[in-house]
Structures are given as C-alpha cells and as structure tokens.
C-alpha cells in the first residue's frame, strides 16, 4: 500500500471523511502584534468560532464608492466579455467578477488598505498576498445560492495550496439580511477537514464558480458539524466586514427578494504558503481564480479617504 503523504487528501476516495485540522487557527508572530488589529477577546472568538463579524467597519460613505465601482464593473461590457466575469446559471446577470485587485486600481489599493492587512496578518501571523479577488453580486430575485463548501478543500486540491493558512475577507458593500441571501457559517467546522468524493473532471473551474460538484460536503458531514456549532447567518449594514478561515464551512441561499447582495471577497494567504501543484495531476487553475504569478508580500496603505474611517472602531 502506498502511504498517504498528504494530511488533506480529497477525491481520491468513494466515502467522505471527517478529519481533525491539524494546523494552527491563530499562528504565532509576534511581530504583526503591534500593528492595529483585532483585540484578544475579538481573537478569541475567531479562534473558536472560525470567524468574526465587524459591523460598520467601513464608513457608509466609503463603502458606496465600492459598490459603484463593482456595479459599473457588472455593467461594463469589455468587463462581461472577459473570462473573470462569471453569469448566473440560466441567467446573463453577472454573478461574480474575479482577479478585480488587479482589473479595478480602486479594488487594488482597497486590497492593500492597512485596517484589512493588518488584521489578516495577525491571524496568520505572517505577510500575505492576494490569493483571490472577486465581487459576487448575487441579484435580486436571480441571485442563485452557493452550496455548502470549504474553500480550502478546493484551494487544496485544485490549487496546491499547502496548509490552512488563508483567511477570506468580506466586506458588505450592501446591507446583508433575512431576505436577500446572506453568507452563512457553520461555527466550529474550521476544526474539522471534510475529505470529499469524486475524482474533479478537468477544467471543472467553468462549472464549479456557476455551481459546484465536486468538492461539497455530503450532508452526513454537514449534519455532524452544523449540530455541533450551529448556522450563523453574517446579516450587517453595508460596511461590515467578516474574516473568516479558509477551512470554515459556509454558503448561502438564493437571493429571492428584490434586493440586491453584493458582496467584495480578499482572499489573504500567507507567504510562507505559496501554492505548489495541484493535487492528482491537474492543471492549475487560471491566474484569475488563484494567484501564482507573484507570492510578494502586501506593502499596506493607509486608507484611501484620509479622515474617514480612521476611527472607525471594529465591534465584537
């Protein structure tokens, strides 16, 4: 028998398994200790629940010149002709822009501001870089759900992303409610790694960022972590913002009501866990779905409107 070599293997196997994390939550680094971040009670519950909701971090005047730009980005047809631009199922409505770091110089240097690096370093305790950018818009009344999935369980075998040392920044550019198809979490699930079944079809990219296959969770595992921490729905005004581990188990539902849920996604992942090949001798993904091109450290910003949001203090 050949040993098994990789501590996260998935889709290799036909039976789901359920695995102890055997990474760090919070890692050491006492050097990102100093910079403004999150405090120790607001570290806490990161560490245990595997995220953490910031209501009104970002001034309502500030975060509104971000969802102008991701709807001007939706609108733009030289944007929806690109292979970024993802439309919903069944639907010419723009789901989601990818890589808009790099396609939107705003987005760029919002990805770079200091209130969001500085947090995300602290967590993992190392520099970072931008893993994945991406704007999901989710319509009124044709925004579809995203299934229940662990983004480093696709990171990992798709990717080649070593260790769970990546944590996703969201920021609400609308306000997330009851109605409109918030992000949900699973608190605790962080702590477990949900192998999953099927060998993934190549270039299952052009599927899976429509609606996803391979790489979910069956609902045995589901059941065992929702049972054992719960849903939390990330329902906040626009501005909010939530970091989350890669590892935690999230989703979302339909959007059925007339309002909009537009979302920014930073996905910060650590310079010393810089993406290898991908598992069971895929290809790698595109450079707009997962970064390999330039592992540089972020050199953060002050932000971009200078008086606003400065004293803006995160809420627990």
């Excluded at 045995?220 to 581990?245: C, H, N, T, Y």
Aim: hydrophobic share 35%; charged share 25%.
């Amino acid at each position: 028998m050949v040993p098994i070599t990789d501590i996260y293997q998935s889709r290799v196997d036909n039976d789901t398994a359920i695995l102890l994390r055997q990474d760090p939550i919070v890692y050491s680094g006492s050097r990102f200790k100093v910079a403004p971040g999150l405090s120790q009670h607001q570290l806490r519950g990161y560490r245990k629940n595997g995220f953490i909701l910031l209501e009104g971090f970002l001034p309502e005047y500030e975060v509104e010149i971000y969802l102008k730009e991701a709807q001007c980005m939706a609108a733009d047809p030289q944007i929806r002709a690109r292979e970024e631009a993802i439309a919903e199922p069944g639907s010419d409505a723009v789901r989601s822009v990818f890589r808009v770091h790099r396609l939107n110089d705003r987005f760029e240097r919002l990805s770079r501001d200091a209130r969001l690096v500085n947090i995300a370093r602290q967590i993992l305790g190392s520099e970072v870089y931008i893993h994945q950018s991406r704007v999901n818009l989710k319509p009124g009344f044709v925004g579809e759900k995203f299934y229940w999935h662990s983004d480093f369980e696709t990171w990992h075998v798709e990717d080649g992303m070593p260790r769970m040392r990546a944590v996703s920044c969201t920021i609400l550019l609308t306000e997330n409610n009851e109605h409109n198809g918030p992000l949900m979490l699973v608190a605790g699930s962080h702590r477990h790694y949900v192998s999953c079944v099927g060998a993934t079809p190549e270039d299952h990219y052009r599927q899976s960022l429509k609606k996803q296959e391979y790489g979910i969770a069956d609902p045995v595992a589901l059941e065992f972590l929702i049972e054992r921490g719960g849903i939390q729905s990330m329902k906040g005004p626009a501005g909010s913002v939530v970091f989350f581990d890669c590892n935690t188990m999230h989703g979302s539902n339909s959007n059925i009501s007339p309002y909009p849920r537009s979302n920014l996604f930073l996905v910060y992942n650590s310079v010393d866990n810089a993406l290898t090949a991908p598992r069971s001798g895929l290809k790698p993904r595109p450079e707009f779905i997962a970064t390999r091109s330039d592992f540089s450290p972020i050199v953060p910003l002050e932000p971009e409107f200078p008086g606003i949001g400065i004293t803006v203090q995160p809420k627990s």
